[in-house]
């Protein structure tokens, strides 16, 4: 056996303990290969799984980069996508990592009562923005489509 395979075995073996919580015994997350024992433990199985998972991954990335102009959830997708690449790939965990941890600090910030305050006064003035914008047009063309508009 040589050097990488054993460290290989050694990352399945710490990620046995903590496989179901994604964490190692000491609480700290586990990085790497979540492949089943069988497929690391051959170089050639474990490579044909990382491109198997690199290419469903990539497929689930470019339908949620399709979707984002299009009606759907484009951005869960991506999500999704990299969520299967960090299955089997650290930098896919680390990327995956920092944007949960991101995401919780914007849930709490949205949460604070001083920022909910003024987002609701924004919207407030948006609303009567459009409402008046809305009124002037009824007001100036009657409930005609603008595309019907004679000058």
């Known amino acids: 056996m040589n050097a990488e395979s054993d460290e290989r075995q050694d990352v ?3 990620a046995a303990s903590g496989a179901a919580a994604g964490e190692g015994a000491s609480g700290e ?3 790497g290969s979540r492949a089943p024992h069988f497929i690391q433990r051959s170089r050639a199985l474990h490579l044909s799984w990382q491109v198997g998972v690199f290419l469903v ?3 689930v990335v470019v339908i949620g980069i399709i979707m984002l102009p299009l009606p759907g959830p484009g951005w869960l997708v991506i999500f999704a996508g990299m969520a299967i690449w960090a299955t089997e790939f650290v930098w896919a965990q680390l990327v995956l990592r920092w944007t949960k941890r991101k ?3 914007a849930a709490q ?3 604070d009562p001083r920022v909910r305050k003024r ?3 924004l919207t407030t003035i948006a609303v009567v923005i459009c409402a008046a914008a ?3 047009y009824v007001w100036k ?3 005609v489509m603008p595309w019907k508009i004679k000058e």
Request: charged share 10%; glycine share 12%.
């Open 134 to 136: 809305m009124a002037v």
């Open 141 to 143: 063309f009657g409930l």
């Open 12 to 14: 399945a073996g710490s």
């Open 119 to 121: 987002n609701i006064i």
């Open 57 to 59: 991954g990539l497929a």
């Open 29 to 31: 997350p586990v990085f």
């Open 103 to 105: 995401v919780t600090e």
């Open 109 to 111: 910030r949205a949460l």
